[in-house]
C-alpha cells in the first residue's frame, strides 16, 4: 500500500478482498458495491471471492456548496436517512435539503434503469450482503444501504471499504455483524485524499466491470 493510501479503486479493492479473506467464512456472499464509486473496489472483491458482484444503489445528500460533506442519503424503496444534527449545526434551510433530496432522487431513479434493469441484485434472503464503497467518512450512504438491504432479510450484512473514519465504523459496527477496513482514521475529511488516482467513475466503466462480472460468473457455473 501507498504511504498515503491506494493507487486507485481496483487496487484498493484488491486489499479489501485480503482483509476480507481473513475474516473468516462468509456464507453465500453476494458483494453489493455502491454505484459508482464502489463498483470498481467491489468488482475486485467479487473476484477473489468468487462471488456475484451486483449494483446496490443509493445516493449521498451533499451539503449545498459542499458535496463532500454528506447531511444524509436515499436508498431505492423510498429509504431516506437524514443526519439532522448536521444540517441543523450548519443552518441548511429545510427547502435546500428537499432540493437536494429532488435532485438525488432523480438521479437514482435513473441509474436504477441503468442498472437494475440488467443488473438487479439476487434474492438476499439467508445469503451475506457484502455492502462495498470506496471509502465512508459520515456513513449517511451506508446507513441508507443498509436499512434497505434489511428488507430483504439477508442472514448477514458485512460492510466492507478501503478507508473509513474510526468513529463512523465503531458506530456501524453496532448495527451489522462486520465492518472490515483496510485503513480506519480518525481524520477523514475526504475519501479521495486517500487515493492517488480518484477520478470520477463513468457508467460506462461501471456498466462494463459489472458485465465483465457477470460473464465470469457464468462460465464459472457453466451458464450458456
Known sequence: MLETGFEDRRDAGRQLAERLARHGELTDPVVLALPRGG????????????APLAPFL???LGVPNYEELAMGAIAAGGIRVLDDDLIERIGVPSEAVDRVVLRETQELERRQAEYDGKYAPPTMRGRTAILVDDGIATGASIRAAIEALRVDQPAAIVVAVPVAATDTAEALRRTVEAVVCVVETPYLDAVGAWYRDFRQTTDAEVLALLAEARESSSQKSGAP
Open 58 to 60: 443509493v445516493r449521498k
Open 39 to 50: 463498483v470498481p473496489v467491489g468488482y475486485e472483491v467479487a473476484r477473489a471471492l468468487d
